[in-house]
């Protein structure tokens, strides 16, 4: 089987429902561009984006998105440019490792500590942002992204502390994939994916259809990350699902 969900998507026959189901983040015509920043998210996401930046408006909050849709292309390049060794990659304390010292499995997981294997971003689907709060930082700070940044002393504390109570209260809505315990993604409270439509995507998403993905793609270290597949799938996609 060709890749399934590229060719269902340029068909021009089906539904604009399931025109926009681009899984892999291959194209971005079917997105919206979010008013005076290069974001770019799924046009069923923004009314509930609205509310909830209204809401944490009110709350005293401003908050702002980091990242919205990233595509397949984007990934490929961060990943490629980790693999070989143009961008640094990171151990878990953010200390850049020399990936000299390991071997092909090993650069893999090593990879993927900090970065989706392309293809496995939820930022492909245009469901799911990074958030943080601007009114408590000046245009000064460099946003990091750090769970630091979101706890005690962190200057995005209390906005978490909100932003957790309103997810508890809209259930429907936002939700945080990479919480801690789950899988082997580490906790990225920062992280909102839009659970109606961002659970369509993540139905849709097989290792059988990843597989073929990778295989069609020109990727470093494809024949460790096809060997590892399985485990891969298993521990950062499945868990999220
Ligand atoms: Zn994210």
């Given at each position: 089987m060709k890749d399934a969900v590229q060719n269902f998507v340029k068909t021009d026959v089906i539904p604009d429902l399931l025109q926009s189901f681009d899984l892999f983040g291959i194209s971005d015509e079917h997105l919206i561009s979010l008013p005076q920043q290069q974001i770019k998210i799924h046009p069923q996401v923004l009314n509930s984006l609205m509310e909830i930046i209204a809401r944490a408006a009110a709350a005293g909050f401003d908050l702002q998105i980091a990242s919205g849709f990233r595509s397949f292309e984007r990934q490929l390049l961060i990943w490629n440019g980790k693999a070989n060794g143009l961008r640094p990659v990171l151990d878990e304390f953010g200390q850049v490792i020399d990936l000299n010292n390991l071997n092909d499995d090993e650069k893999v997981y090593a990879i993927l500590r900090w970065s989706a294997l392309p293809g496995a971003s939820r930022h492909h689907w245009g469901t799911d942002i990074d958030v943080y709060d601007a009114?408590?930082?000046?245009?000064?700070y460099q946003l990091q992204l750090t769970v630091e940044e979101t706890?005690?002393?962190?200057?995005?504390a209390e906005f978490h502390a909100w932003l957790s109570q309103d997810l508890q209260q809209n259930p429907q809505k936002f939700f945080r994939p990479y919480i801690a315990g789950v899988g082997s993604i580490s906790p990225e409270p920062w992280h909102l994916s839009y659970a109606p439509l961002a659970g369509l995507f993540a139905a849709q998403l097989s290792e059988n259809i990843l597989r073929e993905k990778i295989q069609a793609t020109d990727i470093e270290l494809k024949e460790s990350i096809l060997k590892n597949l399985t485990d891969i799938f298993d521990n950062y996609i499945k868990p999220y699902q």
């Open positions: 009114s408590r930082i000046d245009d000064s706890e005690n002393g962190g200057p995005f």
